[in-house]
């Protein structure tokens, strides 16, 4: 009998011990399982905002490439702009070069016309000859002829 309630003694001992080894070990998996609901909740809620985060991303760049078009059609207008700009200046200058080129002749012949003007005052001031004999006409009219000049430009 000693040996009976010895033993059922240590089978309590052994049974309570037991029994809060489960104790504790249901209290460690009840902690997992609120660690492991936490690290759920956190790991949906990464997941949210990591979705939002590439939706602001693809966003970003729909609207970056918009822009880019965008201002590569306002490159390609002002580059137009600019190749037109610079035909016509190309075509200003050979307009100018033309009435550069028609002045110098002009001038030339100013000149020309200019000099047979002194050589004819100098030979009516020292020649005796009167201006009625070298025009017979009572009112002399005078034509101008321009010539057609080429430019080379």
Not at 66 to 78: K, M
Request: aromatic content about 6%.
């Amino acid at each position: 009998e000693d040996w009976y309630r010895a033993r059922c003694a240590r089978l309590h001992e052994r049974a309570a011990r037991s029994q809060e080894a489960v104790r504790a070990s249901r209290r460690e998996a009840g902690e997992c399982r609120r660690q492991l609901q936490a690290r759920l909740a956190e790991m949906e809620s990464l997941r949210g905002a990591h979705q939002s985060l590439e939706r602001q991303l693809r966003e970003l760049e729909e609207r970056h490439s918009a822009e880019a078009a965008g201002l590569q059609d306002t490159i390609g207008q002002l580059e137009d702009d600019l190749r037109n700009t610079k035909n016509e200046m190309a075509q200003h200058l050979r307009e100018y070069q033309d009435l550069l080129n028609v002045k110098m002749a002009l001038d030339i012949e100013i000149a020309a016309y200019r000099k047979l003007l002194e050589g004819e005052e100098t030979l009516f001031s020292t020649g005796s000859v009167g201006l009625s004999a070298l025009n017979p006409l009572p009112s002399p009219t005078y034509s101008f002829q321009p010539r057609g000049f080429s430019s080379s430009t």
